[in-house]
């Protein structure tokens, strides 16, 4: 039977469907990312989290946890709950802690994670079950192994124990390739926050197992790009969150306890995820054509300026600090209040 009303219809379904397949190629765009992070004893990890959780065209696979205090995973999973991403898995290093921050070199600066991990608990680990996170080695493998090859951004905004237990790790359930192999198939590219550029000496390196950053710098089979100390240091954010932030906002809050109401703190953390995120353009660009980072048994790095290597690359502003501070407030309000 044809009945123009049925054949229109059957149109109308065939063209509905040809326009949803052509955008889902762009839902396929979805930058997939795992984040390394050491949210504990700086507040720009929650800002990281922030922008990972509320920015458009991120598929956010798993955040594991450098630091092995239980409140840095459960406030992890708070806030990722609390911007609509409850089912996000999470890692944490073991041997947990219960350590909570303690200001003991400025004495200036306030704790958040418990604040945040008690007063926003709703996500996949409840108040009191951090013991319930995910190994990281095991959450990296088993997340790597399931997605497509060479689809995976890591951006590391802490310290890389994980990383290089995972370059150690040998095959398992998830998959029967090494680290080293399991990385080189899945991961695209490592964004790194640590060190200077093209040399210095920075905490995420140097701060808990320099020996430990330099297995995983100097042995990462694939890209890297890194975000030196100068960047995110020369970048002073956060102060309109804590001002203009709808009231129950948990990351405003985190700033807040952090630093204190209208008051700013470094971004090194958030500018690495957006660059993890959204690449060159408008808000960076590289500071070398090519060469290699080299990591000190001390965790201090150094350029190498082998004109063979052209894998490994630095981040510098594309703007003003000034520019780049004021749409970094704005992608954090707009985050804030898009929940
Ligand atoms: C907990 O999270 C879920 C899913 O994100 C949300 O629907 C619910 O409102 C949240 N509950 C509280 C008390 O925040
Ligand atoms: C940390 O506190 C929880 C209760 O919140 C407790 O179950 C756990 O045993 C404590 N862990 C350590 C290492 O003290
Ligand atoms: C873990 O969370 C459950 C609720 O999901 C709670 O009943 C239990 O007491 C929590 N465990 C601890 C050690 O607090
Ligand atoms: C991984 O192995 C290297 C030696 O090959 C070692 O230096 C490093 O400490 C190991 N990483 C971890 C996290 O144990
Ligand atoms: C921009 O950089 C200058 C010079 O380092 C610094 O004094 C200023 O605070 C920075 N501005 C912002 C918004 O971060
Ligand atoms: C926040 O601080 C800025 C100066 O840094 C000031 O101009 C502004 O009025 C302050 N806002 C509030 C609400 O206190
Ligand atoms: C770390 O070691 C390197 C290489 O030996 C050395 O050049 C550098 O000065 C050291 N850095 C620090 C901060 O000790
Ligand atoms: C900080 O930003 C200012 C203004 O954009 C710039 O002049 C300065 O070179 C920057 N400092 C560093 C260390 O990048
Ligand atoms: C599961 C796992 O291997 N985690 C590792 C993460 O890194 C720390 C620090 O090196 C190791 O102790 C953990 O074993």
Known sequence: MFHPLAYSYQRLVQITFIALSLINPIESHSKNLIIDTDIFSDVDDAGALLLASTLPHVNLLAVNVNYPSSYSALAASAILAYYGHPDVPIGLRRPITNESFFDDWAYELGEYTSKVAYHWSNGTLPWGNASKSWEPVELYRKTLACQADGSVTIASIGFL???????????????????????AAKVSKLVVMGGGY?????????????????????????SITFSGTELGGNVSTGARLTVEAPAHDPVAAAYRWYIGYNNTRFSWDPLTVLYAISGLGEWFEYGN???????????????????????????????????????????????????
């Open 161 to 183: 124990e994980n990383l290089s237990a995972l370059l150690n790790s040998t095959a398992d359930k998830h998959s029967h390739l090494s680290g080293p192999d399991l990385v």
């Open 198 to 222: 093209p040399s210095g000496y920075e905490f995420n390196f140097f701060g808990d197992d320099p020996g430990v950053t330099a297995h995983a710098v100097n042995n990462w089979p694939g």
């Open 289 to 339: 054509t090519y060469g290699y980072n080299y990591v000190h048994p001390n965790g201090s790095n150094e350029w190498g300026y082998d004109a063979k290597r052209k894998d490994q690359h630095w981040l510098k502003l594309a703007d003003s600090n000034v520019t780049v501070a004021r749409k970094l407030d704005k992608l954090f309000l707009d985050g804030a209040r898009a929940v």
